[in-house]
């Protein structure tokens, strides 16, 4: 049984930071790829970022340079760093596999507003 427990999210104004964390834990191998992905209202999840077990990372064109993900392999703890948070990236956020398991953790709100 795994379990995604993501926290960390709130509301901040345009230009803020926020640092979402997803603790991981059951059957699920410190070895995989992680990423969070998000979904905006009235839209599909979208990828945002992952990382492997070595600490490459990826980002998505619209977070890049803003974001940065990072993991502790010991802790099976993946972390989203946010930075210049805009009001499009108003979203829960979900972290899971990359690719993604069918289980998913209930997500952090991130709202950025004024």
């Known amino acids: 049984q795994v379990q995604l427990v993501e926290s960390g999210g709130g509301l901040v104004q345009p230009g803020g930071s926020l640092r979402l964390s997803c603790a991981a834990s059951?059957?699920?191998?410190?070895?995989?790829?992680m990423a969070w992905y998000r979904r905006a209202p009235g839209k599909q999840r979208e990828w945002v970022a992952a990382?492997?077990?070595?600490?490459?990372?990826i980002y998505a064109d619209s977070v890049k340079g803003r974001f940065t993900i990072s993991r502790d392999n010991v802790k099976n703890t993946v972390y989203l760093q946010m930075n210049s948070l805009k009001p499009e990236d108003t979203a829960v956020y979900y972290c899971?596999?990359?690719?993604?398991?069918?289980?998913w953790g209930q997500g952090t709100q991130v709202t950025v507003s004024s």
């Open positions: 990382t492997t077990s070595g600490g490459s990372t």
């Open positions: 059951g059957s699920i191998s410190r070895l995989n790829a």
């Open positions: 899971n596999q990359s690719p993604p398991l069918r289980v």
